[in-house]
């Protein structure tokens, strides 16, 4: 490889919950820098989603903001669940426009289905649009919807991916979806379109990047044993006319030196340098045992076609028995990459984030 990322622990910081709350849990959490410079953390804060930013590097955040509730649901017959927010996602749009993304959870089954939902901002995460559902799956756990990525297509077109088992009922298969919508998330099509399947199996936690000319996205693939981290893909002017099968030649395993069919490595993400270079984020039990549990992240190099990763390293330093778990990475600024996790590192499990340097051979 070309480069090695070098993990700074001194840049450690736990993103929530921060100045001495009391929040029983924090996690899933997701970083971007957008284009004002601004830094917008969001996370799981024990039933909802809430927001953080920074103006200033990460040296000083606002007080948190709560983009989506937990809330009641009732159906017709007056039963009720409390339904929690999970899996936020956050992009800003070409137009400035901020939307965030969001599972909705029930918690028994039964009453109100799982969902994938949308809030829009047009002032930068000050005041956000009316929570909208763009997609039910079932009412029971076993038929949910799941972990929804966003993207933007060069032209324009705004997308959210859902890992689904709506339409498998009467068996645990999963599928990866895809909505989209031309108005920056105002209005979505009514019907989803399948981007990955394999039969038999459960592709599952999909996020979406583009290169030139490419959609790439990584997904966790339980072909045989353990769930992995591969790669499906489509051009951008396809935009996944045809699901990528589990025999396509679009789907390729991620690593470039293959896992033992029993080491877990799933939960992956995506992020690229602006030389081009993607990165792969996964969580894994690799040297750890077998309770995925107790998962730390890896951070994985590839070349500019999203390939060949390789040359992974650990982010947070952690025992045995500790968690990193629910990790993502994008990029701090031309030569940063950050790690974000739900981690126990300082004993109990919150939302952090650690800063990695980009260190090319030469230096």
């Known amino acids: 490889m070309p480069f090695r990322i070098e993990w700074d622990e001194s840049s450690l910081q736990k993103l929530a919950p921060r100045d001495g709350r009391d929040l029983p849990y924090a996690g899933y959490p997701r970083l971007k820098r957008f284009h004002d410079g601004k830094v917008v953390a969001v996370y799981e804060a024990q039933g909802n989603m809430e927001m953080i930013q920074s103006a200033d590097d990460g040296k000083t955040w606002d007080a948190p903001n709560v983009v989506f509730h937990g809330h009641i649901s009732e159906d017709s017959l007056g039963n009720s669940v409390k339904i929690n927010i999970a899996n936020p996602e956050i992009i800003e749009l070409q137009n400035g426009d901020w939307v965030a993304a969001c599972n909705y959870r029930p918690s028994k ?3 109100a289905p799982f969902a994938i939902a949308i809030s829009r901002s047009e002032d930068q995460g000050n ?3 009316e929570a909208q559902v763009v997609f039910n799956a079932g009412l029971r756990f076993t038929d949910g919807c799941w972990e929804p990525a966003l993207l933007q297509l060069p032209n324009g077109i705004l997308q959210v991916y859902f890992a689904n088992e709506g339409p498998y009922t009467t068996s645990d298969e999963q599928e990866i979806s895809v909505l989209a919508s031309a108005d920056n998330g105002k209005t979505w099509e009514s019907e989803p379109r399948t981007v990955s399947f394999r039969a038999n199996r459960r592709d599952g936690m999909p996020v979406p990047i583009l290169t030139d000319n490419e959609i790439l996205m990584a997904i966790e693939d339980n072909k045989v044993g353990q769930f992995k981290p591969y790669i499906v893909r489509s051009s951008i002017n396809d935009n996944w006319n045809t699901p990528v099968t589990g025999d396509s030649p679009l ?3 991620a690593l470039q030196d293959s896992l033992p069919d029993e080491v877990y490595a799933g939960a ?6 602006p030389s081009g270079e993607v990165l792969l984020s996964y969580q894994t039990t690799r040297g750890r045992g077998d309770d995925w ?3 730390t992240m890896e951070v994985a190099i590839g070349d500019k076609n999203g390939r060949n990763f390789g040359n992974a390293s650990q982010p947070f ?5 500790g968690e990193a778990k629910w990790n993502a990475i994008s990029m701090w600024n031309d030569s940063t990459v950050v790690a974000t996790s739900a981690t ?3 004993g109990s ?3 952090w984030m650690i800063l990695g340097r980009i260190v090319f051979d030469q230096e």
């Open 109 to 111: 089954d039964g009453v």
């Open 127 to 129: 005041t956000w649009s």
């Open 251 to 253: 789907r390729e395993y």
């Open 268 to 273: 992956p993400y995506l992020t690229r340098l």
């Open 293 to 295: 549990e107790k998962s």
């Open 317 to 321: 330093s952690l025992p045995l028995d």
């Open 344 to 346: 126990d590192i300082d």
């Open 349 to 351: 499990v919150g939302a």
